[in-house]
């Protein structure tokens, strides 16, 4: 194969089919975040309590006010908990979404750069071989 047609190939390669899977592999990603961490469950769960843990009284005990307000602080403790942990995860979930979506079009940017840079760093390294 001539170098002509070779730059031809992989021309289009690069500026065809590799832009798509890039763009096939950006919208993974992004799909993956929403997914992965579950934004609108966990926002729809916020104050619900930890890993489902709650207490309540035994049937049958009567009116205790001692265990009434334990039972109380175990639930909001839990429910606290369980807030904390999920404001975290949304805001991980929101940073990441965040950082996939600002990298996608700076990736895009350098790979349509990339062939002008190989040519600019064969044609230096020619220079500097031959100077």
Do not use: D
């Not at 096939?24 to 990603?29: D, I, P, T, V």
């Not at 999920?86 to 895009?108: E, K, S």
């Amino acid at each position: 194969m001539t170098l002509i047609k070779i730059i031809s190939i992989y021309t289009q390669w690069h500026f065809g089919a590799a832009f798509q899977e890039l763009y096939e592999l950006w919208k993974n990603l992004i799909w993956f975040g929403y997914h992965f961490f579950s934004l609108p469950l966990l926002v729809h769960t916020l104050t619900r309590p930890i890993y489902r843990i709650h207490e309540s009284a035994p049937k049958g005990s009567g009116l205790n006010i001692e265990l009434f307000f334990e039972n109380i602080t175990v639930n909001m403790i839990a429910r606290i908990v369980g807030f904390f942990l999920r404001m975290f995860l949304i805001l991980c979930g929101i940073l990441y979404q965040l950082m996939i979506v600002a990298i996608g079009p700076i990736l895009f940017f350098i790979w349509a750069l990339l062939p002008f840079l190989l040519l600019i760093v064969c044609i230096t390294g020619l220079r500097i071989m031959f100077s």
